[in-house]
């Protein structure tokens, strides 16, 4: 039913304005899928699984980028998926990059953005979260929270950047993650060298640290698929000095002859396998890797389990396949 839907109605929208309906559809319709899961229509995950320090219902989670604004967390989770990440935010509010900045690529099953980090910023952001933490459902979601750099924050005030976020977001997360990898905002991608990506997180976990006192929020960087492999082993050996829970693998590639922009889909599959196999084999099982990148199926779930993830993400697939499918997924796998 979805994919006639998509084919007939929804491909012929807007990207953005497809994202946003979606969003929507989400934040209003959780009723729906709570309905769907009692009638056992949406089918469970098969296996808890502990990681970060925490008791996730299922290995396949939504990467960040769908819910900016924390505005469907509850409905994307009675959906099916094992956690949520929301964002990116940042410290200030901002409305990202001049439209259009958002098309599908659906002959190779991808899409490409060069959004810009949109979003209500995080005292808007923290507001919202402390509401659906209120309730008891709320609570319960394993909550992912994914900030960024202002765009108009210099790149020697960074870090103070991040850690303002952290202070708003941290005590509403399950997990924090510091993202230094999305194409979108100019300059970004330079964070991601040690020397400039150290400080960061060193002022992050401080942020975070004082801001929740009685449990250790896990943090986690997420990067690009197109660091180098010397890079990656930096960013890996970062981690285990730092003693960073965990890392995700990987973010857009702007290896591709698209147009501007980020490209996440299939395209990015073969590279994120590498890096987090890559990130396996320097860090072990010190830190948690979570794959993302061109997941569309059981087989590649578990080449992105093989290859060393412990959790998965995905959005791109999500979008193509629908809404039940992620709950398919998760009670697939093992």
């Known amino acids: 039913m979805y994919r006639a839907f998509y084919d007939h109605l929804l491909s012929r929208v807007d990207a953005e304005r497809a994202h946003r309906i979606g969003v ?29 320090g925490l008791i996730f219902p299922g290995r396949v989670g939504l990467a960040a980028g769908m819910d900016k604004n924390a505005e469907a967390a509850q409905g994307l989770a009675d959906a099916g998926f094992a956690f949520v990440e929301i964002g990116t935010v940042t410290a200030q509010g901002q409305p990202g990059n001049d439209k259009p900045r958002s098309w599908r690529e659906k002959d190779i099953r991808g899409l490409r953005n060069r959004m810009g980090f949109n979003n209500e910023g995080a005292d808007a952001v923290a507001e919202r979260l ?11 979601i394993v909550l992912g929270v994914n900030i960024g750099k202002t765009k108009a924050t210099p790149p020697q005030d960074a870090a103070a950047d991040y850690a303002y976020s952290a202070t708003r977001l941290a005590p509403h997360a399950s997990y924090l993650v510091v993202n ?11 964070l991601q060298s040690t020397e400039s990506l150290r400080p960061i997180l060193v002022a992050v976990r401080e942020a975070a640290d004082a801001a929740v006192v009685d449990h250790r929020v896990p943090l986690l960087v997420k990067i690009a698929p197109d660091l180098a492999d010397e890079d990656v082993d930096a960013v890996a050996d970062l981690a285990l000095e730092l003693g960073l829970d965990g890392i995700i693998a990987t973010n857009t590639t702007i290896n591709h002859d698209r147009g501007p922009g980020g490209l996440s889909g299939a395209p990015v599959r073969m590279r994120a396998v590498e890096v987090v196999g890559r990130l396996k084999a320097r860090a072990g099982d010190a830190v948690t890797i979570i794959g993302v990148g061109g997941i569309e199926s059981v087989a590649d779930a578990q080449a992105m389990l093989n290859a060393g993830a412990t959790l998965l993400q995905v959005y791109t697939a999500f979008v193509y396949q629908g809404p039940g499918w992620v709950a398919r997924l998760n009670a697939a796998l093992n």
């Open 130 to 140: 402390r509401r659906l933490r209120s309730s008891t459902r709320g609570r319960d």
């Open 24 to 52: 929507l559809g989400f934040r209003y319709g959780a009723w729906a899928f709570r309905a769907s899961r009692s009638l056992g229509r949406i089918p469970a995950a098969k296996t808890q699984v502990e990681a970060l």
């Open 180 to 190: 230094v990898s999305s194409p979108n905002t100019p300059g970004l991608r330079d």
